[in-house]
């Protein structure tokens, strides 16, 4: 099939629409230069203030305690291919937005299942983004890939059509040189500490061969991500309880065994530096059955006699046991909820997960959350910090309880909200309410590498332009403020995911 007429992901006899952009738009040969006050304020007495706070944490090292960087990057060290590879078809901020202007996926680099053709080359792919770059403007992701092109990877010109190739052969060329291999690129970016995000059933050797490796001085961890084995409404869940079962050694066949399972992977995981769960359900709510209830519950769901209500009870109540267990072993126990995963049936089907089409929820935390903050709200050895997709919870519900409960942290905007000015809403939202301190800090959460100093150099710069106008307002001093800028990149993540 010819890859630039096949269908777009949708029913069968979905229409393509065309996409190719106004010559006016697409070509031409424009100089890359991002500004050096890019994000900062505009008033001049701000944006020197800014610039200060800025100034001082621009070169911290970064601590990235969320994100979807495999291990096997670092532990092979193979060099990137291209720049397609690298920063277009992994990332599916980029892919979402083009395949809403009419580009097929498979043109960006995805493989479809359905028909088998393979999708198109690399070089293919990167014409594609670059004719469609101006697409971007206005977004977060043109700010980061601005940056990667320009601070990571040294291109002097924007991408569009008329640039396409050379831009592609220069990258490729840079690729091959010993500085850009991953390794290499790790240090360069200064990353003190980055974690995977890893399924229990994972033997996390790539994780272990990179702490025998004598050469490496880098701390990467694993972060424990149960999702598949607690979803029991998945069709595949069946199929995971035997990974588990398989990586454990135990027989996950009733409840007690799965429980057993899940706290023999946890304490793997513990072994090789992990000190967080991260977890994706629909919605916070945990139930907290008693043992022969969760036992016949969990059976009748495994027979296939039970209803689609007590799947979701079943899948609760083991979110619920996820809780218990990090009240114990004090692994740190992240909440990324409210997304409709896979929001496009086709497309997940044929294309797979993280493809573009988690699309956010209305979100509660304040009831949901309350029978696990009863139980574990005050413990010590219990912490939890909370995402959220759903800005009107900011202030409502989540700042509050982070403002009593010390075992709660508000993690930082996430997904649709891991933008400049969402960033500032979130600070304009929460810090009244719990200060800068019941705060985690920043994650990138992204499966882009050269992503990663992008955006962290984002996030300092949006606390630099919101701390100032604080300063600027006599709301707090200059002083402070560098405190609270260092702390906001440093200390808060480190606290919160206990690195």
């Given amino acids: 099939m010819d890859r630039g007429t096949a269908a777009s992901p949708g029913t069968p006899h979905d229409h393509e629409r065309t996409s190719t952009p106004p010559p006016s738009r697409g070509s031409g040969r424009v100089a890359l230069t991002p500004h050096p006050d890019r994000l900062l304020p505009p008033d001049p007495t701000r944006r020197g203030i800014a610039r200060r706070l800025y100034d001082g944490v621009r070169d911290l090292p970064l601590i990235s305690p969320h994100g979807h960087v495999e291990a096997r990057l670092l532990a092979t060290d193979e060099p990137f291919t291209d720049p397609a590879s690298l920063l277009v078809t992994p990332d599916h901020y980029i892919t979402r937005l083009l395949h809403a202007h009419g580009v097929p996926l498979p043109r960006l680099g995805l493989r479809d299942s359905a028909d088998g053709a393979a999708p198109a080359a690399p070089r293919e792919v990167w014409r594609t983004f670059c004719e469609h770059w101006h ?143 991260d977890h994706s359900a629909p919605d916070a709510r945990m139930a907290f059955l008693d043992r022969d209830r969760a036992q016949r519950l969990f059976a009748e769901v495994k027979a296939g006699t039970a209803s689609a209500e007590d799947a979701r009870l079943l899948s609760q109540q083991l979110l619920g046991e996820m809780a218990r267990m990090s009240s114990e072993d004090g692994m740190v126990m992240a909440l990324h909820t409210g997304s409709r995963r896979n929001h496009h049936p086709e497309t997940a089907r044929r294309f797979g997960p993280d493809t573009g089409h988690d699309i956010p929820l209305q979100a509660e935390f304040t009831r949901a959350l309350q029978p696990m903050l009863e139980r574990f709200g005050t413990n010590p050895r219990f912490q939890t910090v909370l995402f959220t997709l759903d800005e009107t919870v900011f202030s409502r519900e989540l700042a509050p309880l982070a403002g009593f409960y010390p075992s709660v942290y508000l993690g930082a905007p996430w997904w649709f909200l891991d933008a400049p000015r969402a960033m500032h809403r979130f600070r304009d939202a929460v810090t009244e309410t719990a200060g800068f301190y019941r705060n985690a800090g920043f994650i990138d959460d992204t499966r882009g590498f050269c992503s990663i100093p992008a955006r962290h150099d984002t996030a300092r710069r949006v606390d630099a332009a919101h701390l100032a106008g604080l300063v600027a307002e006599h709301v707090i001093s200059e002083d402070d403020a560098a405190v609270v800028i260092r702390d906001l990149h440093d200390l808060q993540p480190r606290r919160a995911f206990r690195l």
Avoid: C, K
């Fill in 135 to 277: 697409l971007f403007l206005g977004t977060a992701s043109r700010g980061w890939l601005e940056a990667e092109l320009h601070d990571v990877l040294g291109v002097t010109v924007q991408p569009s059509a008329d640039t396409a190739d050379e831009l592609f052969d220069e990258i490729t060329a840079r690729l091959r040189e010993p500085e850009f291999r991953p390794r290499a690129l790790h240090d360069s970016f200064g990353i003190a500490a980055l974690a995977t995000t890893d399924d229990p059933a994972d033997d996390l050797s790539h994780h272990a061969a990179l702490a025998d490796d004598a050469s490496w001085s880098g701390r990467v961890l694993p972060t424990f991500r149960p999702d598949r084995h607690l979803d029991a409404t998945a069709p595949g869940w069946s199929a995971a309880l035997d990974d588990l079962a398989a990586a454990s050694g135990i027989d996950t066949g009733d409840y007690d065994g799965l429980i057993r399972a899940l706290e023999n992977r946890r304490e793997h995981f513990r072994a090789h530096g992990a000190t967080a769960t």
